[in-house]
């Protein structure tokens, strides 16, 4: 395998007095298990805020009278801002120190949480959005930078399994934790508890980590690469910025025209960094690429993070738009999912060391399998579907996935020398974030037309028993012929806009108009094609996690064996 033995890496960064960890035959720090928590529930805090908001989106929307441009910017600002701001974030860390990065992140964090909470229109709303997410975009690199540096190769699985428990529960809980703090309240202020709630954590969080956690810097790191800096945040937001607002704008022609230019300003960002002089210190160190380990391990991480949060995004239309759950039952749902992975990372630290490579290939593999028994539970249950029936698949889904991502963590990371570990863990968490925006980006547009196309016959499904249904409110044929025709028409132009739960233009509304027997009628009827497009939607679009994922266990073969016990993915300690 071509990664630095352990012994080369110490070589290397013996001189920089202040790298902690980088000689590991002196004692590791005593109180690394206790930094490891306080970075760990900074890590929680920006991961959960990813997704926690989605569920107070509709009591946002009333409290502060926002229009759908400023509700689609809530949740698209934190996005964006967090994924081109993680390859800076991770490399400002080397040069200035992961503490004191790791704090001024969390610092900053605490304060754009506080600006969220007390926020009094959709206008700071989402400028304390883009500010949350780029404190988090300081904070999170720092805590893979912070584990690479501080524990010895021999403990770093057992580490990255706890990290991986934290990273799967934290990036599957945010609807069920917004479903608790919101409950019914979807008029009133208890939206702003989502945010206010990091607070506490925060300071408790910040004042630990100013005196638990080791200071530590790359050597020879004088200054950031400001040029390179430039050119890859633009690179990154031609890219993810049309693939976060796509959807909602309709696919305009300027989202294809900012992806198509993209690559050629990533290309000219490699140029660059290949130009700059071997003494310069570059915002992303090439020669990481050159570790076999690292490069198959971002494909694989990018191919894994398509799929999940491009799951999550079509599971919770399906069962709050389609299938009527609440926030909080949908959240619910979704327990046995992070049970799973949280019991699953923990076990990995004992399973990675002995079968390396084959932990990711077996754990890909039963998330496959996993989403296949979705599948066939989907086509059993139907529009009856309840959360009790998607436990064990959800079990088996989430235990596959708690066998992947912390053993990918130690592969990724393990041959990364620590002066680049800033380096190396911005590039991997923006790898992270792409593959989850174009996973979301490429299943939206499928799933979105394949409820288009499945409305028809969802609603043809529907109209015998709505005629029955006007009949007996003593319509006359004609009127029914005509009533039917006027439901299938809204109905197909309902399930074909970017909002189902909206009234199609032009359509009459049957909201609070139940007391009328023919209303009362055509929301039944609505609500039943609904749910059947829905659930039809969403088995057809799961054979796309079964493709991310069968792919993911294919990548991990290519991966190269480890030629020593005691790390993971090839990575030998000496």
């Given at each position: 395998?071509?990664?630095?033995?352990?012994?080369?890496a110490?070589e290397?960064?013996?001189?920089a007095t202040?790298?902690?960890?980088?000689?590991?035959?002196?004692?590791?720090?005593?109180?690394?298990?206790?930094?490891?928590?306080?970075?760990?529930?900074?890590?929680?805090?920006?991961?959960?805020?990813?997704?926690?908001?989605?569920?107070?989106?509709?009591?946002?929307?009333?409290?502060?009278?926002?229009?759908?441009?400023?509700?689609?910017?809530?949740?698209?600002?934190?996005?964006l801002?967090?994924?081109?701001?993680?390859?800076?974030?991770?490399?400002?860390?080397?040069?200035?120190?992961?503490?004191?990065?790791?704090?001024?992140?969390?610092?900053?964090?605490?304060?754009?949480?506080?600006?969220?909470?007390?926020?009094?229109?959709?206008?700071?709303?989402?400028?304390?959005?883009?500010?949350?997410?780029?404190?988090?975009?300081?904070?999170?690199?720092?805590?893979?930078?912070?584990?690479?540096?501080?524990?010895?190769?021999?403990?770093?699985?057992?580490?990255?399994?706890?990290?991986?428990?934290v990273?799967?529960?934290?990036?599957?809980?945010?609807?069920?934790v917004?479903?608790?703090i919101?409950?019914?309240?979807?008029?009133?202020?208890?939206?702003?508890?989502?945010?206010?709630?990091?607070?506490?954590i925060?300071?408790?969080?910040?004042?630990?980590?100013?005196?638990?956690?080791?200071?530590?810097?790359?050597?020879?790191?004088?200054?950031?690469?400001?040029?390179g800096?430039?050119?890859?945040?633009?690179?990154?937001?031609?890219?993810?910025y049309p693939?976060?607002?796509?959807?909602?704008?309709?696919?305009?022609?300027?989202?294809?025209?900012?992806?198509?230019?993209?690559?050629?300003?990533?290309?000219?960002?490699?140029?660059?960094?290949?130009?700059l002089?071997?003494?310069?210190?570059?915002?992303?160190?090439?020669?990481?690429?050159?570790?076999?380990?690292?490069?198959?391990?971002?494909?694989i991480?990018?191919?894994?993070?398509?799929g999940?949060?491009?799951?999550?995004?079509?599971?919770?239309?399906?069962?709050?738009?389609?299938?009527?759950?609440?926030?909080?039952?949908?959240?619910?749902?979704?327990?046995?999912?992070?049970?799973?992975?949280?019991?699953a990372?923990?076990?990995?630290?004992?399973?990675a060391?002995?079968?390396?490579?084959?932990?990711?290939?077996v754990?890909?593999?039963?998330?496959?399998?996993?989403?296949?028994?979705?599948?066939?539970?989907?086509?059993?249950?139907?529009?009856?579907?309840?959360?009790?029936?998607?436990?064990?698949?959800?079990?088996?889904?989430?235990?596959?996935?708690?066998?992947?991502v912390?053993?990918?963590?130690?592969?990724?990371?393990?041959?990364?020398?620590?002066?680049?570990?800033?380096?190396?863990?911005?590039?991997?968490?923006?790898?992270?974030?792409?593959?989850?925006?174009?996973?979301?980006?490429?299943?939206?547009?499928?799933?979105?037309?394949?409820?288009?196309?499945?409305?028809?016959?969802?609603?043809?499904?529907?109209?015998?028993?709505?005629?029955?249904?006007?009949?007996?409110?003593?319509?006359?044929?004609?009127?029914?012929?005509?009533?039917v025709?006027?439901?299938?028409?809204?109905?197909e132009?309902?399930?074909?806009?970017?909002?189902?739960?909206?009234?199609?233009?032009?359509?009459?509304?049957?909201?609070?108009?139940?007391?009328?027997?023919?209303?009362?009628?055509?929301?039944?009827?609505?609500?039943?094609?609904?749910?059947?497009?829905?659930?039809?939607?969403?088995?057809?679009?799961?054979?796309?996690?079964?493709?991310?994922?069968?792919l993911?266990?294919?990548?991990?073969?290519?991966?190269?064996?480890?030629?020593?016990?005691?790390?993971?993915?090839?990575?030998?300690?000496?």
């Amino acid at each position: 395998m071509s990664a630095l033995p352990a012994s080369a890496a110490i070589e290397l960064d013996a001189p920089a007095t202040a790298d902690a960890g980088q000689a590991w035959h002196e004692a590791p720090d005593p109180r690394r298990w206790v930094a490891l928590a306080t970075v760990l529930t900074a890590l929680f805090m920006a991961l959960l805020d990813v997704s926690i908001v989605s569920v107070a989106i509709p009591a946002i929307r009333t409290n502060l009278a926002a229009n759908d441009a400023d509700i689609q910017f809530v949740i698209a600002g934190y996005g964006l801002a967090y994924a081109v701001t993680l390859i800076t974030g991770g490399r400002l860390g080397d040069i200035f120190g992961r503490k004191r990065l790791l704090m001024l992140g969390m610092g900053g964090f605490v304060l754009a949480s506080a600006l969220c909470g007390l926020a009094q229109n959709p206008l700071m709303l989402d400028l304390s959005r883009v500010l949350q997410g780029g404190m988090a975009a300081l904070m999170y690199p720092q805590v893979l930078s912070i584990v690479q540096v501080t524990f010895p190769p021999h403990e770093r699985a057992r580490v990255f399994g706890f990290l991986g428990a934290v990273i799967g529960i934290a990036t599957i809980a945010g609807p069920l934790v917004g479903g608790l703090i919101i409950r019914d309240d979807l008029t009133g202020g208890s939206w702003r508890w989502i945010f206010l709630v990091n607070l506490p954590i925060g300071i408790v969080a910040l004042a630990a980590a100013s005196r638990v956690v080791t200071e530590s810097r790359a050597p020879n790191a004088t200054r950031l690469d400001l040029v390179g800096a430039g050119i890859a945040t633009a690179g990154l937001v031609l890219l993810v910025y049309p693939l976060v607002e796509g959807q909602v704008a309709g696919w305009p022609l300027w989202t294809f025209v900012c992806m198509a230019i993209s690559p050629f300003v990533l290309l000219l960002f490699v140029l660059y960094e290949r130009s700059l002089p071997t003494s310069a210190f570059p915002l992303v160190q090439l020669s990481l690429f050159g570790i076999s380990s690292f490069r198959i391990g971002l494909l694989i991480s990018l191919t894994l993070l398509a799929g999940i949060p491009a799951f999550f995004f079509t599971f919770s239309l399906m069962v709050q738009v389609g299938l009527g759950f609440s926030a909080l039952n949908a959240g619910l749902t979704t327990v046995p999912w992070s049970l799973g992975t949280a019991f699953a990372s923990i076990m990995s630290t004992r399973l990675a060391p002995r079968f390396g490579k084959w932990t990711i290939t077996v754990g890909a593999s039963m998330m496959v399998v996993g989403i296949a028994a979705i599948m066939l539970t989907l086509h059993a249950a139907g529009t009856g579907l309840t959360g009790w029936d998607l436990i064990p698949s959800f079990l088996v889904t989430g235990l596959g996935m708690g066998t992947v991502v912390a053993p990918l963590l130690n592969i990724v990371l393990a041959g990364v020398p620590p002066r680049h570990a800033g380096s190396a863990s911005g590039v991997l968490t923006t790898v992270q974030q792409l593959g989850g925006a174009m996973g979301v980006a490429v299943v939206g547009v499928v799933f979105f037309g394949l409820l288009t196309g499945g409305a028809a016959p969802a609603a043809s499904a529907v109209t015998p028993a709505l005629r029955v249904q006007l009949t007996q409110a003593h319509l006359s044929p004609g009127a029914v012929n005509g009533a039917v025709a006027t439901f299938t028409r809204c109905f197909e132009a309902q399930a074909s806009s970017s909002n189902p739960q909206q009234t199609a233009p032009g359509c009459p509304s049957t909201a609070g108009t139940t007391s009328n027997p023919a209303n009362s009628a055509f929301s039944g009827a609505a609500s039943s094609a609904l749910a059947k497009d829905f659930v039809s939607a969403l088995e057809v679009l799961l054979f796309f996690n079964i493709g991310f994922w069968g792919l993911t266990a294919l990548l991990s073969l290519a991966l190269p064996r480890a030629r020593a016990q005691g790390t993971v993915g090839g990575s030998t300690a000496h």
